[in-house]
């Protein structure tokens, strides 16, 4: 990186490079609905998308659709990622329990979280509860499966100096396993929010009173294709928003002594 | 509760087993206490009153099964077959030429990345404006939530060819395209096979969304109609359904996978 030729060579492929492929897939979308003569509801050209988000941002109205969805992702994950850490846990440190647990949980891992959504309306409605608990039933699978496989692959002597040390079971648990299985935990539960957020978009659009997916389906209905579009570049950015927020808290932690 | 791993050899009765009587346990405890549940939720109030017994749902689900599972079940599968071949091909052609054209890569691979975080599921709506309520929408989705898995796999094929190998291969004198077909390809369709039952279940789960959401054939509109007349035990069966569908899928294709690549270990045959 020292060698000036090196240096811009990278500012080339990392800068530059990217930005034309951004600005010709821009264009190339652009030329489409020009040529075509495509009408706003089939295809809108990128401003009116870009004008579209800008009016959005503007009405309250989606600020509380965005908060209703991030509540409901919030509550859900925390719930889901605690209960299936420590189950996990659980699994991973008790033989029985691992092998008592296995076929009810790999025979629930197969009923995907997007089949649950027309029982949790049935359930509790289109208010927010549902939508909770399909995020913490989401999130919670992934949580226990990763967990008890990481746990497992913990160094065994690990186990056998703190053994040695005199530990008490539980707090070897704590304190040894997963400690040492914490960053491939953590990895798990950067994954678990991408599957979390999409769950919550999913139920939203199957029935609820308020959020990002409702509002989407809402636009998507009434045809106005330059706001379906702003709401998906919406639920990507908070997607991956929320995935990087969650990857730095859990690295900070990590980092932590 | 004994957690010393190491000393798990030298019990008296086999491992094998003990797993499966414990398995089975585990599996009636939580039929049991799914039907005490039921019962106790049966004559209160609160949330979840309408809790069907197991049995009552294993009762649905046969009356399901001979009426018209099998007409749903193809319709299902034909979207997501049709979606899952589309997203597969397109995946790995992609691959290969961003995988080993390096401009293309540096042009094209940004705009792959921000794309591949708006999952499929928020396509859905836009699906629908474009495509209406048909097979072509849902077969779209299904393919775009495909390629969106496969393509990271493709790419990691077509650029993890050690080179190593490709400088073998030309001092043996392969031209090109003979590198390409015996080294290049291979080792991008081997790592596309992971990639393909890596994304049977994000493929599988789009058929649920698009079938509630353009609820007009298949498992998912079946799905919608019995939860709109109330019909709980039949919306737990089709459920049911689902995941029986989905657990075939992937025990098919494992076993296809070791079939065709017997050299990968079971570990990494594992569940995803």
């Known amino acids: 990186m020292t060698h000036p030729r090196a240096h811009a060579r990278l500012i080339k492929d990392r800068l530059l490079l990217p930005l034309a492929g951004v600005l010709l897939v821009l264009a190339a979308w652009e030329a489409t609905v020009v040529a075509y003569q495509l009408p706003a509801i089939v295809l809108p050209s990128p401003w009116a998308v870009l004008r579209a988000l800008g009016e959005l941002v503007r009405t309250s109205a989606f600020w509380h659709d965005v908060g209703v969805s991030l509540y409901e992702f919030a509550v859900g994950y925390a719930f889901g990622t605690v209960l299936g850490i420590a189950c996990g846990l659980v699994m991973g440190e008790s033989r029985a329990f691992r092998q008592a647990a296995t076929p009810v949980v790999e025979s629930l891992r197969f009923v995907v979280p997007f089949a649950w959504i027309p029982l949790t309306i049935l359930w509790f409605g289109t208010s927010v509860v549902g939508k909770i608990v399909l995020v913490a039933y989401a999130v919670f699978f992934v949580m226990i499966v990763s967990t008890a496989r990481a746990i497992a692959q913990v160094d065994p002597t690990l186990t056998r100096v703190a053994r040695m040390l005199g530990m008490t079971p539980a707090r070897r648990a704590i304190a040894v396993h997963l400690r040492a299985a914490a960053p491939t935990i953590a990895s798990a539960a950067r994954a678990a929010a991408a599957i979390g957020w999409i769950a919550v978009v999913a139920a939203e659009y199957v029935g609820a009173s308020a959020g990002l997916g409702l509002m989407i389906t809402n636009a998507a209905t009434s045809l106005a294709t330059p706001v379906v579009i702003a709401g998906m570049v919406v639920i990507g950015l908070v997607g991956a928003g929320v995935s990087a927020l969650i990857g730095i808290l859990a690295r900070k932690r990590l980092e932590a002594p | ?272």
């Not at chain 2, 405890?29 to 005490?36: D, M, P, R, S």
């Not at chain 2, 459920?239 to 570990?267: H, K, Q």
């Open chain 2, 1 to 272: 509760m004994d957690p010393k791993p190491e000393a798990a050899g030298n019990r008296r009765r086999s491992p094998h087993a003990q797993a499966w009587l414990l398995g089975a346990a585990g599996v009636a405890i939580a039929l049991a206490a799914w039907t005490l549940l039921a019962y106790l939720l049966a004559g209160g109030g609160g949330v979840i009153n309408r809790l069907p017994t197991p049995l009552r749902v294993a009762r649905d689900l046969l009356r399901y099964a001979s009426a018209d599972l099998a007409r749903d079940v193809l319709s299902s599968l034909r979207v997501f077959l049709l979606g899952w071949l589309g997203g597969v091909v397109c995946a790995t052609l992609a691959g290969l030429l961003l995988g080993r054209v390096r401009l293309l890569a540096n042009v094209f691979l940004p705009v792959v990345e921000a794309i591949r975080p708006v999952s499929s599921i928020a396509w859905v709506p836009l699906s629908i404006v474009w495509f209406g309520f048909g097979l072509t929408g849902k077969v779209f989705l299904v393919g775009l939530a495909v390629f969106l898995v496969v393509i990271v796999y493709a790419l990691d094929g077509a650029r993890r060819i050690p080179p190593d190998l490709v400088r073998t291969a030309s001092m043996l004198g392969m031209n090109a395209r003979q590198r390409f077909a015996s080294l290049v390809l291979p080792g991008t369709l081997a790592e596309v096979l992971i990639g393909s039952r890596v994304a049977l279940m994000a493929g599988w789960g789009t058929v649920i969304v698009a079938e509630l959401v353009a609820a007009d054939s298949g498992l998912g509109a079946h799905l919608i109609g019995v939860e709109q007349s109330y019909d709980v035990p039949a919306v737990m069966a089709t459920m049911a359904c689902f995941a029986l569908t989905g657990f075939a899928m992937n025990a098919l294709f494992t076993l296809a996978e070791r079939r065709l690549m017997p050299w990968r270990s079971d570990d990494t045959l594992a569940a995803p």
